[in-house]
């Protein structure tokens, strides 16, 4: 039916149609649509995306950069030089600086807008969906109507579709109907008028898929979803700033504070010494804006979101802007073991059947190997249980191999990828099973039950029951035991032999999964638990290994030795746990099960909590006491998970982490942080970066402070021994708004410094007693040399050399500064002047600016400039350099005082 146009329908009509009519009216059928009818639809209804809060345009992003209590006192400042005291090359001159400042803070705005959406790029959610007979994964956005998507438990709603096949399958529709208790959906038709939230052959957008699976064919996308008519109001709340925005916006309004009142003594003190308000005027407000340190919020903003880019590419992708401050903290890291330490690439290396043991040969997903029995090759096909074995991992199945760019790779569940592989290496296709004994009915793996279950006809008549879970819950639903082609009672003795035998598999670190059936007289349309839960027949073990990550022992010792302790939560089995711990080399501890930890009170597991190091067997809802016990004991806790039950405990920690791979949509709505690679050593990259990204925002509030601070009290400090103003109004707003904006972004873009994983989590906020003593001493050093130079200058009977000199050694200081906070601890000679080009840049950048104010004619004029010498210049730079000298001090002092705290 492709190349029709779907009929568009009331919203109210899809649902009371049947299956095969809405198909009809949209033009599509059970295959789906092919491509080029995907692209015809995608150009009349447009991208599945909904309503979107307009941009800002670039026009307006540059207006927005005037929008600054301090930027209007200074454009009312340029009006009243120009009006009241008759200095226009002044206003022209603070009417420049403001314009400059506005095109720096509009570069730097627009690039963290842009890495923002880059990020929003890259999390986009993806929809399973059936097309041309095919399975295949889109971005959501690219749906159509018409479109067939698979769902199943995780997975979030990605447009409104008509169901038309349902087995199990029930949808949270909360987040739209406010109805908190999931609905079961069903195929068939409903008569009548009926509200959105009755129509129980539906599903909707934004809404999560809890239980079973599905197949509904999209009838509305975007904006013309029920979600996407409501957007427009969800798009215009603003998300509230982070703390540590609140923080170093508040810090900014107390040190505003300070500084008006110093100004307001500055001022008065000059009027004193016989300046004349106009004058002091001028220079009151551009010491003001000067040492206000005004633009800290945005400068934290552009900081963040040029860290969160910098994460992205090492595939930590951030969600919440929050995140990225508390990275640097965490002190627990919580992981899943399979697809996190491990390859997640499952591969069998044995199956038990009664009485025999067979080694698999091969590796990954590719179809070829050899079973063997004591080192000799075996038919397995000749033995009727080994082939019943791989019959069920191959029918009770939901997985596929598929070949991509020459390589094997699972689409689906990895464990159930293996079980598929090993029937291929029997030359079992689940494709031909399948046409032989078609599936009826299933009952979809969760967690809680820990099986699946799918149901067939019986080749001699009647229906069969395959069963696939782990060992514990398999076993206990066996009655009977299938030995050599025949079913008999299964004896204590039997129930020994397997329990040993998943035993040793285990502690060589494989994965066990047991394989059962059970029979039934006729097969019912629907399966239900008691039909699988008792009376079953055991049939064999498949023990596979998921080989440890090798980067993972490595992310392991460095969480070490950064001070993070790291705790493995697996659904495995303890022996298997345990065998992988040891592999990784997590810190020898005590080992918990599921089991165990249900019958612990939540005092006994906080008092045990420390010396735990695995979980084994454990039910993701178990995983929130877990998250809550080491909280509770004042641990910042990352908590990773993927499934639709880890979303509790993901939202309970202080970093929820999900999976981008195996991940479902509920996993990754409620975590901070999503993993682009599902690897653990990603999540220790993440840590290191959120680290780096927190010493960059304390380096740039260093140096914005001590700067400001220099500044001050070299105006103050000059006035108090009777020296006249050193610097006029206009260097003034030059100094703050050119010169520190060269160099303040490029410290937030320091790499970091090296042995970052070797530190302990912080322990300190942005600003900390020792950083405040630093930032008064380096202050006092540049004002001493400032007001120096400018006496002795001054001494020699030429004011305006006097002042240009002033100028540029307080413009000299704050190039060395940034130099020195690069590093609060580790010396200058050790980290050297590479590592951060920008920095280099913007430094350079800065010389040039200054030596154009002091070189370019018309400049001199606007700044009360004048030529400077080369012995001038070598003086300038001597006592700018004393500033670097004063810091390396006090590390040589701090470090000798307690060496064991002053790691870099």
């Keep these: 039916m492709n190349g029709k146009d779907p009929s568009i329908q009331p919203s109210s009509a899809w649902y009371s149609l049947s299956a095969e009519a809405v198909l009809e009216s949209l033009g599509s059928g059970r295959e789906g649509l092919d491509e080029a009818e995907v692209k015809r639809r995608l150009d009349r209804f447009g991208r599945n995306v909904l309503p979107e809060k307009k941009k800002a345009s670039p ?128 195929s068939a038709a409903l008569p009548g008028e009926v509200p959105v939230a009755d129509r129980g052959n539906m599903v909707h957008q934004a809404t999560t898929v809890v239980g079973g699976k599905g197949v509904a064919v999209v009838v509305a996308t975007g904006g013309n979803t029920e979600v996407g008519k409501i957007s427009a109001s969800v798009q215009a709340v603003k998300p509230p700033p982070t703390p540590l925005q609140q923080n170093v916006a508040r810090l900014g309004r107390y040190i505003g504070i300070i500084v008006l009142v110093i100004t307001a003594f500055l001022v008065a003190e000059g009027i004193l010494k016989g300046y004349t308000f106009e004058d002091m005027f001028t220079v009151g407000i551009a010491a003001a804006v000067s040492a206000i340190p005004e633009g800290l919020p945005v400068l934290v903003t552009v900081v963040l979101a040029l860290g969160m880019r910098r994460m992205a590419r090492r595939n930590a992708i951030i969600r919440k802007l929050a995140a990225v401050e508390t990275l640097g903290t965490a002190t627990i890291i919580c992981s899943d073991k399979t697809g996190t330490f491990t390859e997640n690439e499952m591969t069998v290396r044995e199956i038990y059947v009664p009485v025999r043991t ?229 810190p020898e501890g005590d080992v918990v099960t599921g089991v165990e930890l249900e019958k612990m009170t939540d005092e006994e597991l906080r008092a045990r909590a420390e010396n735990i190091s695995v979980f084994a067997r454990v039910e993701p809802l178990q995983k929130l006491r877990i998250v809550d016990a080491y909280k509770s004991r004042g641990h910042v806790v990352a908590m990773t998970g993927d499934g639709v039950n880890d979303a509790p405990a993901l939202r309970a920690a202080n970093i929820g982490i999900a999976m981008g791979i195996k991940g ?20 220790v990259a993440a840590v290191e970066e959120g680290r780096v990204i927190f010493d960059n925002i304390k380096r740039t509030v260093f140096y914005l402070l001590s700067t400001n601070l220099g500044e001050l009290f070299t105006w103050i400090g000059a006035l108090l021994i009777g020296l006249p103003l050193p610097v006029v109004a206009v260097q003034i707003l030059w100094i703050n708004l050119v010169t520190d904006g060269a160099c303040t972004v490029p410290l937030g873009m320091e790499p970091g410094m090296r042995g970052l994983l070797k530190r302990s989590p912080r322990e300190t906020g942005v600003t900390y007693p020792a950083m405040w003593g630093r930032t008064v001493l380096l202050a006092g050093v540049m004002a001493a040399g400032s007001v120096w130079l400018f006496a002795w200058k001054l001494s020699e009977g030429n004011p305006d050399l006097a002042r240009t000199v002033a100028f540029c050694v307080l413009v000299a200081f704050q190039w060395a500064n940034a130099l020195n906070a690069r590093s609060e601890k580790e010396s200058l000679l050790k980290t050297g002047l590479g590592g951060n080009p920008w920095l280099l840049g913007g430094i350079a950048l800065a010389i040039a600016l200054q030596l154009a104010v002091v070189y370019i004619p018309p400049l001199q004029t606007l700044f009360y400039t004048v030529p400077l010498g080369a012995g001038d210049w070598l003086v300038i730079i001597l006592v700018s350099l004393s500033v670097i000298v004063a810091d390396e001090v006090r590390k040589a002092i701090v470090l000798w005082l307690s060496p064991s705290k002053c790691r870099p």
């Design 664 to 683: 479902t949509d509920v996993a990754k709505e409620a975590a901070d942080m999503v993993l682009a690679d599902d690897n653990f050593a990603s999540i």
């Design 59 to 186: 026009v307006w992003l540059f207006l927005r950069q005037f929008a600054s209590p301090l930027i209007y006192i200074l454009l009312i400042a340029a009006g009243i030089e120009i009006f009241y005291m008759n200095k226009p090359l002044d206003a022209v001159v603070i009417a420049a600086v403001v314009f400059l400042n506005a095109v720096i803070g509009f570069f730097q705005e627009s690039k963290a807008e842009a890495a923002m959406e880059a990020l929003k790029r890259m999390i986009s959610p993806k929809a399973r969906v059936r097309r041309k007979g095919e399975t295949v994964q889109v971005p959501a956005s690219r749906l159509v109507p018409g479109d067939l998507v698979l769902m199943e438990a995780g997975d979030r709603v990605p447009a409104d579709a008509r169901v038309i096949d349902a087995v199990s399958l029930v949808v949270d529709e909360s987040p739209l109907t406010g109805e908190s208790a999931p609905v079961e959906k069903f």
């Design 358 to 586: 067979i080694e698999v040969t091969g590796e990954g997903y590719r179809p070829e190997g050899e079973f063997r029995e004591n080192g000799t090759s075996v038919d397995p096909l000749a033995d009727a249980s080994l082939g019943m074995a791989l019959r069920i991992g191959a029918l009770c199945n939901d997985s596929a191999v598929m070949v991509q760019e020459g390589r094997n790779i699972a689409i689906g569940d990895p464990t159930e990828a293996a079980l598929l592989t090993i029937a291929l290496k029997a030359g079992l296709s689940r494709e031909a099973l399948e046409k032989e004994s078609p599936r009826i009915s299933e009952l979809p793996f969760q967690s809680e039950k820990r099986y699946m279950a799918t149901l067939h006809p019986a080749a001699g008549g009647g229906g069969i029951t395959y069963i696939k879970g782990a060992l514990d819950r398999v076993l206990a639903m066996c009655r009977y035991i299938y030995v050599a082609g025949a079913k008999r009672e299964m004896t204590p003795a039997d129930r020994q032999r397997i329990e040993e035998q998943n035993e040793k598999m285990a502690a060589g670190a494989l994965r066990v999964i047991a394989l059962a059936f059970r029979e039934c007289a006729a097969p019912k349309p629907e399966l239900c638990l008691q039909d699988a839960e008792s009376g079953a027949t055991f049939v064999g073990l498949a023990g596979m290994i998921d080989p440890p990550r090798q980067e993972a022992r490595k992310a392991v010792a460095d969480c070490r030795e950064a001070g993070i302790k790291v705790v493995m939560i697996t659904g495995d089995q303890k022996l298997t746990a345990v065998a992988i711990a040891r592999q990784l080399g997590l």
